[in-house]
């Protein structure tokens, strides 16, 4: 079975350039979760979708930050204009429920904004 | 204060050993806990779960002591394989997904 999958994985860009990450989520999975990871301040929830539909985007840092999930099978977060302070791992995960046990990983992308 | 506590570590053990790692949690409501495994450059994946009468699994053991906030992970007969960040994850409440993750204790088995 395929798993979370994300494009691209990594990503080099410049500042206040637009940055768009990409997440296919595992098939029939109807939550999904972005997150994002640095060494400072670990993994951060930034937001969380329930069939489709955003839930809670309290962790997005600010309107810089975007997300949609037009359909069950795809979402991307945008980041415009991008900043040096973006720089991070970006994951998607999906589960078959809120608050199941198992939240699955996508293998992330790997921001740089120089 | 973090909601989710971890020492970094690294902890360097040799192969063979008995590894501990704990982690405290604030919130009190926190109805779920679990351990995540996150290789170099990877991403994290499931452990464990961990339950109120504790569980096994394998070389894994986790406990839970809801009294002073903490939950542990035991690994016995450390493999070199073993090497990589431990999460230690709590989920705010029974239901919900806001799962919130430790930063993490680096264990590295050593030949």
């Known amino acids: 079975d395929a798993g979370v999958i994300q494009s691209p994985r990594h990503e080099v860009t410049e500042m206040g350039q637009e940055v768009t990450l990409r997440c296919k989520p595992i098939?029939?999975?109807?939550?999904l979760f972005w997150y994002r990871q640095t060494m400072m301040r670990g993994l951060e929830l930034l937001i969380y979708?329930?069939?489709?539909?955003?839930?809670?985007d309290s962790g997005m840092p600010e309107d810089r930050f975007s997300a949609k999930m037009p359909n069950a099978s795809f979402s991307t977060l945008k980041i415009q204009p991008s900043e040096p302070r973006d720089s991070a791992v970006y994951f998607c995960?999906?589960?078959?429920?809120?608050?199941?046990?198992?939240?699955?990983f996508g293998p992330g992308t790997r921001l740089t904004v120089l | 204060r973090k909601e989710v506590e971890q020492d970094p570590g690294p902890f360097n053990v040799p192969e063979g050993a008995t590894v501990a790692f704990n982690c405290t949690y604030s919130n009190s409501a926190s109805q779920s806990f679990f351990w995540y495994r996150q290789d170099c450059r990877k991403e994290p994946k499931l452990l464990m779960s961990?339950?109120?009468s504790g569980n096994e699994d394998g070389r894994f053991t986790a406990q839970l002591n809801r009294a002073s906030q903490y939950i542990s992970l035991l690994i016995r007969d450390s493999k070199l394989s073993d090497s990589a960040t431990y999460l230690c994850?709590?989920?705010?409440?029974?239901?919900?997904?806001?799962?919130?993750f430790g930063t993490g204790t680096r264990l590295k088995v050593l030949a």
């Open positions: 979708f329930n069939n489709n539909v955003p839930i809670d």
């Open positions: 098939s029939g999975h109807n939550s």
């Open positions: 995960a999906s589960s078959d429920r809120a608050g199941a046990d198992t939240q699955y």
């Open positions: 994850v709590v989920n705010r409440g029974s239901g919900t997904y806001k799962y919130i």
């Open positions: 961990v339950y109120s």
